[in-house]
């Protein structure tokens, strides 16, 4: 599954689990109701972090696209998702946009056909 379906997946998880806990205030049955409203919290954080994933996939690709056909772009900010959990300190061998072969490799993971800027 792509992250899309996991965040429309967790997306309508947190619609049923509203509407359950819903239904449990109304049948006065408050700490059901709570664990309900937990789940809601997980589910909702879970489609946001699903969000983000995929946005930063499709500017991985973009930017992968343009150093394939010839273009110039500035790294990602940041340039990898390890430097950005590490402070700058380490960065991913195969998808840091500072590298310039994580451009091919994130190149070959797209699903339209790739083009050479004729010079």
């Known amino acids: 599954m792509t992250h899309r379906h996991y965040q429309y997946a967790a997306g309508a998880g947190a619609v049923l689990l509203a509407t359950a806990a819903t239904a449990c205030l109304y049948r006065d049955?408050?700490?059901?109701?709570?664990?309900?409203?937990?789940?809601?919290?997980?589910?909702l954080?879970?489609?946001?972090?699903?969000?983000?994933?995929?946005?930063?996939?499709?500017?991985?690709?973009?930017w992968a696209r343009r150093v394939a056909v010839g273009d110039n772009p500035q790294p990602l900010r940041p340039c990898c998702l390890l430097a950005g959990t590490s402070r700058g300190r380490a960065h991913h061998h195969?998808?840091?946009?500072?590298?310039?072969i994580a451009a091919l490799l994130l190149a070959a993971d797209t699903d339209y056909p790739i083009t050479r800027k004729d010079n």
């Open 94 to 100: 195969d998808r840091c946009t500072r590298n310039p």
């Open 45 to 62: 954080e879970a489609s946001a972090r699903e969000r983000r994933r995929h946005l930063r996939s499709v500017a991985e690709h973009e």
């Open 29 to 43: 049955l408050y700490v059901i109701a709570a664990m309900f409203w937990v789940g809601v919290a997980v589910c």
